[in-house]
């Protein structure tokens, strides 16, 4: 008995000790510091991209449930707290630092879904079943479902990692501070998200809403209190972040503004100049990049040729096929054999490259590669040519998007892009486009970037150089 106790000391005592080096002994900014000592009912950790605001919940989160906050004493364990974001996958890197917090082993195995019987309804509760936490609960919902879902719940304390919808607010609210509950919300807003956040501005205006708004900045990324005082991103990295930034987002990713830089264009340096009937010369690859649009059946292709002239690479986008509203994979096809017999002169043979992006949503009516060479397939008859069925997808790492359009920006200024009058929507787009992730320019342009990071970043050989055009 004698020894089993030692033993479970021994564990505990290492437990403690484990613990001590998470959460507990880290060290925070002052940003972090004077929000993790908010006594507002509600708080917000606005701001820049990169400043701390991910970990900081995860930290109340942690601290909360087991009774640890430094400065919110306000319920002792057992707790409830509700951490709510749009999706799981967007919460899931927040629970992933959490779980760098709190030994995992202290939570139940088993998630418990509660409430409800319709799929996707269900909130998840991780119960705690050991360490000073015992009996709190941790759940887990999406702001489209939590506020019916919640409308039961006896809420501690509530955290969100980025913008929350004002339904939401709206319901949960009332529900948290009748128990005399808090909440504390981290988010920097983007293109995508900052139209939707006037109402929760113009709370923290009237007061409501105790705002911490963080700009991207070597103070704000150096804890303090340590015996040197290391930041965590360097003064020239925080440079390279702000240059690599959209210029529509840099004032809200850097932390200076709740808003996007109004007419601020991706492609700012596209110009008239780009424009031409130039036909490329003969012999040059040929490129043909797609994207698989999540609105059906809006697909859509560029096709580009490239060349090196005078040792400078340069890109010809002849064509761009598109389907009418829900056109068919066939006619796709079509649309793309017909752009290359009439604007080039050549056939579904003569392209050298193939690109096409991964369906970003699974399921019925997307399309993928696949879907396209099949299509081809149905037209064109067994074999196909070797190129087309090699059809590769774009390579993707942190930060490729932003550098494909600074590519493009580039080549642009420097007279490389040469686009014909007919592609139309294209252009339209280049001239247009400010970021919007939902915009309708984006497809084409998402197309135009996956062939031309790959015409000239890669070193691929032209199979048919004897191939001329028109
Ligand atoms: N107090 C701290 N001490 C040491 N490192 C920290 C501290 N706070 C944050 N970091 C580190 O800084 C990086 C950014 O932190 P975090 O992800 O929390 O920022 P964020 O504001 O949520 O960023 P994003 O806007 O990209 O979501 C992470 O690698 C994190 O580990
Ligand atoms: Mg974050």
New binding site residues.
Partial sequence: MSTRSNAQELISAQERRQEHQLSYS????DA?HDFLRSTADIAL?SG???????????ADIAMFLEGRHPYDQTHAPPVKVLFAGHTWAEMA??LE?LWGMIDKRRFKETIRFEGGSLKGQKIAVYDVISGPGKGSQLIIATYAQGAKRISGMTIHRLLG?EPLTKHFFGEAVPRLLRFGGHMRI?L?PTLDTYAALDWLWKLVDDGVIEEHRVELTVAN?T?RGGLVETP??SAGDIELFESRCLPAEVEM?MGRSRYAVAGARVIGRFSPANISEELPPGGARVTVSLDHSKRPGREVATILVDAKVKGAHRVWVTSVAATAKHGTPVEFARAIQTALRDDLGITVADVDYWIGDRAAVSGTGRWDNQTVIDAFREILGDPLPEHLLAMETPYKYQGSATDGWRLINAMCAEGHILIHPRCTTLINSLRVWEGLASAPEKDVLDALRYGIVLAIKSEYTKQRPEVRFR
């Fill in positions: 880290m060290r925070w900014t972090q950790f820049a991209n990169q400043v701390g605001k991910t970990i900081i919940i995860a890197g927040t630092k990692d981290g920097t990324v804890p965590w991103i990713r």
